[in-house]
Nanobody, 125 residues
């Protein structure tokens, strides 16, 4: 399993850094980690992914300017740095792990079989 942390309440324009860790302590058997979010009444949307072996990253185009995904392999943690947050970023943010062997990564949801429970991000003044 994977576990998210770092969500909370932030003012518009502020920043948050989300963390995704493996409950076992290591991302053994996984090839990529991705972040998704889901706002009330909306479909889940992909944000970014990272290949754990070569650090290849891919972003959904609308997220590219303000969000950054990174991995600390020594800490077995994947981060999502979110800057210049807006009220429309309000959502539950989830990380997910894929074990599909690949040289890159994608935001194709069906390739992610292991999901965390999510962490709420609220952007409000």
């Amino acid at each position: 399993q994977v576990v998210e942390s770092g969500g909370g309440l932030v003012q518009p324009g502020g920043s948050l850094r989300l963390s995704c860790t493996a409950s076992s302590g290591a991302f053994t058997g996984y090839s990529a980690i991705a972040w998704f979010r889901q706002a009330p009444g909306k479909e889940r949307e992909g944000i970014a992914c990272i290949n754990l072996k070569n650090a290849y990253t891919y972003y959904a185009q609308p997220m590219k300017d303000r969000f950054t995904i990174s991995a600390d392999n020594a800490e077995n943690t994947v981060f999502l740095q979110m800057n210049s947050l807006k009220p429309e970023d309000n959502a539950v943010y989830s990380c997910a792990a894929s074990s599909v062997a690949a040289r890159k990564c994608s935001l194709l949801i069906i390739t992610y079989r292991t999901w965390g429970q999510g962490t709420q991000v609220t952007v409000s003044s």
